[in-house]
């Protein structure tokens, strides 16, 4: 049996511009294991994902982050991605002129390092495109232009299964999926968990969480976590919202911008989502 993989987040902070949205996170995630982080808008969930791959418009203040022992905040973007990292934003960008099944293929020569031959990959493409039940013309498609949400979303999925990353991030990845679609990419993310890979989901929605199984699920106030449990926090949120965090834990809720931005097609094309 192989060795876990080892995602930690040290008492990281992180600010945009002069306004500090991260406050003291820990995290510590291991490849076979899936994580929710659950919390109220603007709280700093988009901005830890972003933090972690490398987004260059927020800078660490304080803490760390390590993969396998070692910190990955001196590393770019593209680094963090070849080392094993995929950050699947909510938004995913639209690309002119690049077709989806030449990015993705230039993304996984970029991450693996060597060149990706053509047949296997043509192989390998088409049987992720049908366990997501995407359409035949997708591989020579613009990237995500004049996809649909649901495409956009799935299309997400497509470059994580196909790049096989130690650790994925996905930033809300549900929202706006109808429920075939849930279903869809929640079985194919489900599908990929192993000793190999483990998951990070923000979302706001137990929907999603009925088809990807979290093994822990911490709650992010204030840009920090205040909270970690299991399922009965996800059944609680439902019910209940998050008044009742405010009222066990004495704490008041601050509205934060938590911009969705993206990392720069130019620093990470082999990321596969940006």
């Known amino acids: 049996?192989?060795?876990?993989?080892?995602?930690?987040?040290?008492?990281?902070?992180?600010?945009?511009?002069?306004?500090?949205?991260?406050?003291?996170?820990?995290?510590?995630?291991?490849?076979?294991?899936?994580h929710a982080i659950m919390g109220p808008n603007g709280t700093g969930k988009s901005t830890l994902s972003s933090v972690i791959m490398g987004q260059p418009k927020y800078q660490v203040t304080e803490g760390d982050i390590l993969l396998n022992g070692e910190s990955i905040l001196p590393l770019q973007v593209d680094e963090r991605a070849r080392k094993g990292i995929f950050l699947a934003y909510q938004y995913p960008a639209e690309v002119s002129g690049v077709t989806n099944s030449d990015f993705i293929r230039s993304a996984m020569k970029a991450t693996g390092g060597k060149d990706v031959p053509l047949f296997g990959f043509i192989r390998s493409y088409e049987k992720a495109c049908e366990e997501l039940k995407m359409p035949e013309d997708l591989a020579h498609r613009y990237l995500n232009e004049g996809f649909s949400g649901g495409e956009k979303k799935r299309n997400e999925i497509l470059q994580m299964k196909m790049l096989k990353p130690k650790f994925a991030i996905?930033?809300?990845?549900?929202?706006?999926?109808?429920?075939?679609?849930?279903?869809?990419?929640?079985?194919?993310v489900s599908s990929m968990i192993s000793q190999d890979f483990g998951c990070i989901l923000i979302t706001h929605y137990q929907r999603l969480l009925d088809y990807i199984h979290p093994d822990f699920v911490h709650i992010m106030i204030n840009g920090k976590i205040v909270m970690t449990g299991g399922f009965e926090l996800i059944h609680k949120i439902d019910q209940m919202g998050y008044?009742?965090?405010?009222?066990?834990l004495g704490i008041e809720i601050e509205q934060e911008s938590d911009e969705k931005t993206h990392v720069l097609l130019g620093s990470c094309a082999h990321n596969g989502n940006q």
Do not use: P, Q, Y
């Open 243 to 248: 008044d009742w965090v405010k009222e066990e």
């Open 170 to 188: 996905l930033d809300e990845i549900d929202s706006g999926l109808d429920v075939d679609a849930l279903r869809i990419v929640g079985e194919n």
């Open 1 to 34: 049996m192989s060795l876990s993989d080892i995602l930690e987040i040290r008492n990281l902070h992180a600010k945009i511009e002069e306004k500090e949205i991260l406050k003291g996170v820990h995290l510590t995630v291991r490849t076979g294991e899936v």
